[in-house]
């Protein structure tokens, strides 16, 4: 059997319209003329609140999903929808701002009703206007209930302006301060992102995503919000101070985070939080009279911090130690000046005077030879040459072979004795 009515229409079981009277379905309206004239007439005095809220949440449905035929039974079909606009429109804005000055209890209703005009008219202003004011006051009351510590109680207010989706920064903002301090943190994440969305520059909003993830444990995601905020105001103090909480978690390099400790310290000189730092971080580096000059600087600020004088008594007793412990210094010994590279006209003469001293050295032993009475040939004269005479001998560049060192040693000029004397 099927489950349609004779003619066009929609579905007896369909949910949307169990529980409404047959003489009201709105697709029946848009069959006939004269249910079509007849509803012209309720809707008119629906103007007046007699139409009831059930039925024209009904009337919501049918702006989602209108008929494809232009024109029914004689009459525009974008006319109708128009009428039925305008007078869903006014009814609900109408209910739900009664609503609003009944007060609190009724957020959820008024939530509702606006959402259903915004969805088939987004730029309603009553409805709009209407929604940001009840979002304002869930945020006050959100912040009302985490102040008496009713943190289950803010949650719901701030479940119920999500639901609502508001539309300005100020909505995110406060839903992402309300979730940090109430330790839900994702949520936080999501409400200061889709803040972020609407001003990716705002400064309240990247500082509070750097605490948001420092609380978090997520040190990497910290750091990169509040460099954010630095590029944006280079003397932002508390970005500096997320920056130096991070780089000592992420166990940055010691000179690293004390350049972003004395930047903070520049900028505000009267931090005692910095300055503490400061002193607990020099001595690391072996900077004791700096540490020294900031624990004094702390004592003038607050003379009765013990925890101050207690630490620079200790590192004024280290100073005095390593005084006397300090080993005479060495005199360094000078250095020796370096000489002159040579020009290549010197190398030259250099290399040919050391050809000259071994030629004579080989010379000179062949004379020794003939002295003695021995000759310079035969099978056992070339075994009887020192062997660093023979390396001498060798060489390319002086002889290269014995054939040659003797021709040259022939053909040079012999000293007789008679020359000698």
């Not at 066009?8 to 369909?14: D, F, L, S």
């Not at 309603?124 to 929604?131: G, I």
Request: charged share 40%; with cysteine; aromatic share 8%.
């Amino acid at each position: 059997m099927s489950n349609r009515v004779a003619g066009k229409g929609p579905p007896i079981n369909n949910p949307l319209y169990r529980g409404m009277p047959k003489e009201l379905n709105p697709v029946s309206w848009l069959k006939k003329i004269k249910q079509i004239r007849a509803v012209a007439d309720r809707m008119r005095e629906a103007r007046e609140g007699q139409i009831e809220i059930n039925l024209l949440w009904e009337l919501v449905a049918l702006l989602k999903k209108p008929p494809k035929k232009e024109r029914i039974a004689g009459f525009k079909k974008k006319e109708v929808i128009a009428e039925i606009k305008e007078v869903v429109s006014l009814r609900f804005t109408q209910r739900a701002s009664e609503l609003f000055d009944a007060g609190e209890y009724y957020y959820n209703e008024i939530i509702t009703l606006l959402k259903g005009v915004l969805s088939f008219d987004e730029n309603n202003k009553d409805a709009r206007d209407l929604l940001d004011k009840t979002i304002e006051a869930l945020l006050d009351k959100a912040k009302e209930y985490k102040e008496e510590n009713r943190p289950g109680d803010a949650l719901r207010c701030c479940e119920k302006i999500a639901e609502a989706g508001p539309a300005q920064l100020d909505s995110w903002f406060r839903m992402g301060v309300l979730y940090k301090e109430l330790r839900r943190y994702k949520k936080a994440i999501g409400s200061y992102k889709k803040a972020l969305k609407l001003n990716e520059n705002n400064i309240d909003i990247l500082m509070g995503l750097g605490e948001v993830y420092e609380k978090k444990g997520s040190f990497n995601n910290a750091l990169s919000f509040y460099s954010r905020v630095e590029k944006i105001d280079p003397r932002s103090v508390p970005a500096k101070q997320g920056m130096f909480r991070a780089y000592v978690r992420l166990k940055r390099d010691k000179k690293a985070i004390i350049e972003k400790a004395e930047e903070i310290k520049n900028l505000d000189p009267k931090n005692k939080n910095i300055l503490h730092e400061l002193g607990r971080l020099y001595p690391k580096i072996g900077q004791l009279d700096k540490a020294c000059s900031v624990y004094e600087e702390i004592l003038k600020l607050d003379p009765e911090d013990s925890d101050a004088r207690k630490k620079l008594d200790i590192i004024k007793e280290e100073i005095s130690k390593s005084e006397k412990t300090v080993p005479p210094k060495e005199e360094t010994p000078k250095k020796e000046p370096q000489p002159r590279p040579l020009t290549p006209e010197e190398r030259r003469r250099k290399e040919e005077k050391e050809i000259r001293e071994k030629k004579e050295k080989v010379f000179k032993w062949f004379q020794s030879r003939l002295d003695k009475g021995l000759g310079l040939r035969g099978g056992g004269f070339s075994k009887s040459i020192p062997r660093d005479l023979q390396n001498i001998i060798r060489n390319q560049r002086i002889f290269g072979n014995v054939s040659t060192a003797l021709r040259e040693f022939c053909e040079k000029p012999q000293k007789t004795k008679s020359s000698k004397k």
